[in-house]
């Protein structure tokens, strides 16, 4: 089984960018950590990121085939994109939405998301740990 995990715009960037925010760590650290996790329980990982909300819903799309979870950092998408949330509403299984930061800390803006009406589970503010952690909950969620 493999466990899709989505990030959306400028996070190519994480490392670089507002890094007293985000942190010194890369998608490529996050991508490690999370197949180490996932390989614990048997579990391949498929990350991917873009900077556009069709291409994201293409993947959401994609792994109604492909994948068992869904693990996805929307990031600004979060909480301005309804079709980000329909596209996750056609998907079977568990999906966990992250956070790198603690968004509920941060401007109002950031305190509503709209895939929050349909993760699992939310992490928020554990820095580039939440995707591991989210991993493993989702090896849990898979194997139950
Ligand atoms: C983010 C939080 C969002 O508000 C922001 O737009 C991001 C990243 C996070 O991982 O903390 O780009 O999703």
């Not at 291409?55 to 693990?71: F, N, P, T, Y």
Request: aromatic share 8%; with cysteine; hydrophobic share 45%.
């Amino acid at each position: 089984k493999t466990i899709y995990i989505l990030n959306g715009p400028n996070l190519n960037l994480l490392g670089k960018r507002q890094p007293e925010i985000y942190g010194y760590d890369t998608l490529e650290d996050v991508e490690r950590n999370c197949a180490a996790v996932a390989k614990d329980f048997g579990l391949d990982i498929r990350l991917l990121q873009t900077n556009w909300e069709g291409q994201l819903i293409d993947w959401i799309h994609e792994a109604r085939e492909k994948a068992a979870g869904i693990v996805i950092n929307p990031a600004a998408f979060t909480h301005t994109s309804v079709a980000v949330l329909d596209a996750l509403n056609t998907f079977e299984g568990p999906v966990i939405e992250v956070h790198i930061s603690q968004v509920h800390k941060r401007e109002a803006f950031r305190h509503h998301s709209y895939v929050s009406l349909r993760a699992d589970a939310v992490m928020a503010g554990f820095g580039i740990e939440g995707y591991a952690l989210a991993t493993r909950r989702m090896g849990s969620l898979l194997a139950g």
